[in-house]
């Protein structure tokens, strides 16, 4: 419950930048195309701050509902128009001025994303290698024999640097192709190309881990679970554990590596736990409970011990990257089109029962992950604004009326008709673009509930 308002703070900011920008995008478009603009606002519903300022005496307003926001415009079919003013009406503007005001708001969502990654690249920052680890028996990855430690140089030919680089590559060639060639190079720098299957996947409608479900696992050392270090009155010093003592099991199930042993306490915060420990040739019987300890919003169990110096791996497993402008100002442009293009292809799965109506998500999980990004640090944050700025964009894009893309679709019609559409067939068309919206809203909230209640 602590972490709520640090949360919802994280959310709000991340909401609010990109409801600014998208706003300013119809707004810059309707002055440069000489339209008059009546209000500015950030939000819906009843207004709780406003100020009219400039030439046009522009009313700038922060509504109630925070979920959205618009800009109103001096138009006929709303309200009566001074002679004067009538050549600055929206409605009076050409096909390609309109289309141009419309279409400014999906793309300075756009623009958005493109600018925060170049900041982020140019920035630089630590980034995992793309080592892999020992998959899990029977996964795709263990049946193409991928090995503990092995590095991956390309995937099909494309080369990936880090490890987000492989997740992203994996994910975008797991949505059309059976199979990918990975490149590895193994500590004792020997090449091997590994022939992964990727339909396992999407086999749950791509809902959860996909590479989980390919066995593809950051690497991690093999390390005994010996203990090096005892914290003094910490849980284990307590219970009695020593250093050099060598955990064999953990309430009856077998523990064979260091991350094992972790893995097990970790979930079991305020359990109590039955440890068999080998010291000196001898069997010894240790019973604890781990702390609970609040770590990144999580509750974990810990009991105060650290692995054994000599055990630790001297593998390099992080590197510092960063660009020229001009080379991250085009890879800015990379990921842009590449996350667009991506969401559309997902998008397109849906409809077609490809991809599970549950990966949609609403305000709730992107709250969560809006703080779950912030705490990691700014980098993250930021990487995780462009991509919802990115998902904003290409959802107002669709041809759903009282959307963006809708209103484009009435220009197209327009050109197409040589005539505008009737009063009449946009009102059927807004009251039906409500309907779709109102019934995927209602269903990514359905499904931010059932995450929340399922954990």
Not at 24 to 46: D, E, N, Q
Not at 422 to 433: L, T
Request: with cysteine.
């Amino acid at each position: 419950m602590n972490n709520i308002p640090f949360y919802l703070g994280a959310f709000l900011l991340v909401l609010g930048v990109l409801i600014v920008f998208h706003e300013l995008g119809h707004y810059l478009a309707a002055r440069l195309c000489g339209v008059k603009v009546l209000r500015f606002s950030v939000g819906f519903g009843k207004m709780l701050w406003k100020r009219r300022l400039g030439k046009d005496r522009t009313e700038w307003a922060i509504s109630i509902f925070p979920l959205g926001g618009y800009v109103k415009m001096l138009d006929e079919r709303e309200d009566k128009v001074a002679d004067n003013e009538i050549h600055r009406a929206f409605n009076r503007q050409g096909v390609g001025k309109r289309s141009v005001i419309v279409a400014a708001g999906p793309m300075a969502n756009f623009a958005l994303a493109i600018l925060i990654y170049c900041v982020v690249f140019m920035r630089g920052s630590e980034e995992l290698l793309p080592v892999l680890g020992t998959p899990p028996v029977g996964t795709p990855a263990a049946m193409a024999v991928i090995g503990n430690g092995e590095l991956v140089r390309s995937v099909d030919g494309q080369p990936v640097a880090t490890w987000n680089d492989l997740r992203w590559v994996l994910l975008q060639k797991a949505v059309d192709q059976e199979s990918v060639a990975l490149e590895v190079i193994n500590e004792r720098n020997e090449i091997a190309v590994r022939n992964l299957f990727l339909a396992a996947a999407g086999e749950q409608g791509w809902e959860g881990d996909a590479l989980e479900r390919l066995g593809i696992r950051f690497y991690r050392p093999d390390l005994p679970p010996v203990i090096g270090k005892v914290v003094a009155k910490g849980v284990g010093e307590q219970a009695g554990l020593r250093q050099g003592d060598r955990v064999l099991s953990i309430a009856g199930k077998e523990v064979s590596s260091w991350y094992d042993l972790v893995a097990i306490i970790r979930d079991s915060a305020a359990k109590p736990l039955h440890l068999e420990v080998e010291r000196q040739d001898e069997i010894v019987v240790v019973d604890l409970i781990p702390e609970a300890v609040s770590e990144r919003g999580q509750t974990v169990g810990k009991i105060g011990v650290a692995v054994a110096e000599g055990s630790k791996s001297h593998r390099v497993v992080k590197t510092f990257i960063s660009f020229g402008f001009a080379e991250a100002a085009g890879k800015a442009l990379e990921e842009t089109w590449n996350k667009s293009v991506f969401s559309l292809v997902m998008m397109g799965k849906m409809l077609t029962g490809e991809v599970s109506w549950r990966n949609l998500s609403g305000p709730v999980t992107i709250a969560d992950y809006a703080g779950q990004s912030a705490r990691l640090g700014l980098d993250y944050y930021l990487k995780f604004m462009a991509l919802v700025s990115i998902s904003l964009g290409v959802l107002n894009l669709l041809p759903i009326p009282v959307l963006d893309g809708g209103h484009l679709l009435y220009h197209v019609i327009e050109v197409v008709m040589r005539r505008p559409l009737s009063e009449r067939a946009m009102e059927i068309g807004q009251q039906v673009g409500m309907s779709i919206l109102f019934a995927l809203m209602a269903f990514a909230f359905f499904n931010d509930l059932t995450r929340l209640f399922n954990g």
